[in-house]
C-alpha cells in the first residue's frame, strides 16, 4: 500500500475532487486545511511585510491506496493542480507497511 499526500492551492480542490473520483478503486481522501511558505530562494522578499506575511493557505489530502494506483493519483493531482505558479504545492508519496479500512462489515 502506498499513502499519497498533496499540498495544493484551496481553488483547487474541487475540480481535483471530481477527477479522482473517476478514478476506478480511487479509496477517498483525507483534507485538511493548512498554510505554508516557498522555499526562501524561491521569492525575493524585498520588505519586512513580505518576510512576515510570507505564509499561505493550502490544502492538505491524504490517501491511502493500493500500489496500483498511486502513480495515476500522482500524476492527476499534478496535472489538475498546477499552474505554472510559485505555490502550486508538491505532491509525494510513501510506503505504507501496514493498513486497515475501518468501516461496518456484515
Known amino acids: 500500500m502506498m499513502e499519497v499526500k498533496a499540498i495544493i492551492r484551496p481553488n483547487k480542490l474541487a475540480t481535483l475532487r ?3 473520483l473517476e478514478i476506478p478503486g480511487f479509496p477517498g481522501m483525507t483534507v485538511s486545511k493548512v498554510e505554508g511558505c516557498s522555499a526562501p530562494t524561491k521569492i525575493n522578499k524585498v520588505t519586512i511585510k513580505d518576510e512576515l506575511t510570507d505564509y499561505s ?3 492538505r489530502i491524504e490517501i491511502i491506496c493500493n500500489d496500483d494506483i498511486a ?8 496535472g489538475v493542480c498546477q499552474t505554472g505558479l510559485i505555490g502550486d504545492g508538491v505532491v509525494w508519496s510513501t510506503e505504507v507497511s501496514k493498513a486497515y479500512f475501518i468501516s461496518k462489515t456484515s
Open 71 to 78: 502513480e495515476i493519483l500522482m500524476e492527476k493531482i499534478v
Open 57 to 59: 493557505a493550502k490544502v
Open 18 to 20: 471530481s477527477v479522482l
